[in-house]
């Protein structure tokens, strides 16, 4: 393919947050009296904010009014903004730089499409910021993955079409999103459970550049 541009995910691509969504969530779960394991926490790789409250709420039969939804959102994003606040570039995951500058090398726009909120912040922290040609984000979007809003987004901010795109991420949500776009999507993880790819790496470092943009 002709390829102008790689948008990537955040949370699980790049750098591992999940630890942190987890204990920010099992926290609140405990409150309220709610089982969740690290496998549950599975379930809410790229799935947004309130998604995955109303998740929990479903395991322990809770229904919430919205103002009591936004309440206990604004706990778990004060819990989680503290765990992730010691975050510095040494959480890049290994490969993030090399592939970011081989990208460059090659002419292909670099960018960010995420499900998170605190995503400038995140990038901020590692300290990859300014390497992005645009950054996508829930901030700006209405509906999240595995709606394609996010990644349209990002290729309009790159100024270059879907189909010049190659997307990439660990989540299924992640993986509808890209491909729904009109993107080629690339995930990160496991073959079996991100079926929807064209090709699947373990994770960043693993990626053969020539290889994806083969695809
Ligand atoms: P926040 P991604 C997603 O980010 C995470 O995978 C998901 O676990 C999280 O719930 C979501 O962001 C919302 O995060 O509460 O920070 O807005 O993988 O799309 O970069
Ligand atoms: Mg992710």
Redesign the pocket.
Known sequence: MNCHAVIF?????LTD??IY?FHAWKALADKLGIAFTEHDNEQ??????LG?LRWILQQGGLTLSEAEEARLMQQ??AH?LALIDHMTAADLYPGVQPLFAALRQSGIKIGL???????AFVVQRLGIAAQFDYIAD?NQVVNS?PDPEVFLLAAKGLGVTPEGCIGVE??LA?IEAINRAGMKAIGIGDAKVLSGAIRVYPNVKAIKLEEMLGV
């Open positions: 995910d955040l949370d699980g691509v947050t999940a969504h809410l790789k790229g799935v947004d904010r995955s778990k994003n989680y499409a995420s499900a998170s909120k605190n995503a829930a993955k660990d989540a992640g």
